[in-house]
């Protein structure tokens, strides 16, 4: 017999030892060892996000909080916050922007894979953080997640009874999912409202998922580009899981905040100019041109990443409205 692989053993010792185990405590560990051990990005990787397929998109993003900041009257101690940047490819781009209208805040990335955080190293100068609770107090926060919630872990139940994930050979789950809940996206959104109504600011979250109390299974695995079985090879392929916006936008609302959206990305991307964008990196690069337009429709096509992808503003009271949505 092969080896198996470190964490599918530690995971089958734990479940000889204790029994079947959440799905959510598989998910939370088989995401932490995937992202801890590699860089999953691009074509040579897993997957492919908005941030990688152009710098418009958090060009764009930049755009945005400039705009608020600006008319919020230009409060000096703000500070740009990202949880789970990958490359910092976002960050880059944002805040490359963001100077560009006067804003330079200093940057704390909520980031736990120690690999990951060399990559955002190499790309910007920051602070790093495992969670919200030592990104410092003053002044107001401009926090942006693409694609954070997604690989957050995710209960799953059918009827009141909780799924569980066994191993008899292989590991599987023992009931039909009818319904999925993530506590640990709610903790996060209330974390970050009652940082919000203390300090200001707003934040943005773009994400796969759906505006509507959503129902069914939608945990999956993604290697090589290719949907996989979640229950195969945990720690070594990437799972996710739907984003409930309905969920998040409830919980901020009983917290305070005032939110906007969810809107679809290409309806928001398209309402923050990404056509403008395009159209001046074209007129710069014309041997880009193809390029530049290929990108831009992969993220605003509504068969593409525009429709399914989704996002949503998180604004402290006081503040004013986001533009695009
Ligand atoms: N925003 C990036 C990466 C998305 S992948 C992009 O759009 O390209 C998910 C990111 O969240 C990775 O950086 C991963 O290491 C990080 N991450 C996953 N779970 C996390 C957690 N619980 N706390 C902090 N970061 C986490």
């Given at each position: ?121 190499e790309r910007v100068p920051a ?10 107090e003053g002044g107001p926060l401009l926090v ?182």
């Amino acid at each position: 017999m092969s080896q198996p692989l470190p964490l599918e053993a530690r995971l089958r010792a734990r479940i000889a030892a204790e029994g079947p185990i959440p799905i959510a405590d598989y998910m939370a560990e088989a995401n932490a060892h995937y992202y801890a051990t590699r860089d999953p990005f691009g074509v040579e990787g897993d997957f492919t996000t908005a941030p990688e397929i152009s710098q418009m998109f958090g060009e764009l993003i930049g755009v945005w909080f400039a705009d608020l900041w600006q008319r919020a009257g230009e409060p000096k101690a703000a500070r740009y916050v990202e949880f789970g940047p990958g490359r910092g490819t976002l960050a880059e781009d944002a805040l490359r922007a963001m100077r560009g209208a006067g804003l330079s805040p200093p940057v704390e990335l909520i980031e736990t894979s120690p690999a990951l955080r060399l990559a955002q190293a190499e790309r910007v100068p920051a602070r790093w953080h495992d969670s919200l609770a030592t990104v410092p107090e003053g002044g107001p926060l401009l926090v942006v997640a693409n694609e954070f919630f997604d690989a957050l872990p995710i209960r799953q139940f059918e009827g009141d009874r909780e799924l569980l994930v066994g191993y008899d050979g292989r590991f599987a789950r023992d009931g039909t999912v009818e319904t999925e809940t993530s506590p640990a996206s709610l903790a996060i959104v209330g974390d970050l409202a009652r940082r919000l109504l203390a300090q200001g600011g707003a934040a943005l979250i773009v994400d796969y998922g759906h505006d509507r109390p959503g129902t069914g299974d939608t945990l999956q695995a993604v290697s090589d580009h290719a949907y996989a079985d979640p229950f195969q090879a945990p720690g070594e392929q990437d799972l996710s899981a739907h984003v409930d916006f309905h969920a998040l936008g409830l919980a901020a609302r009983a917290a305070g905040l005032r939110v906007f959206g969810p809107a679809a990305q290409g309806v928001w991307l398209n309402a923050m100019g990404i056509k403008l964008r395009a159209a001046s990196l074209a007129k710069a690069a014309p041997e880009r041109a193809a390029d530049i337009l290929a990108a831009r429709v992969r993220l605003t096509a509504p068969d593409q990443m525009g429709r399914l992808f989704k996002a949503m503003a998180l604004v402290a009271p006081g503040w004013p409205e986001p533009a695009g949505f």
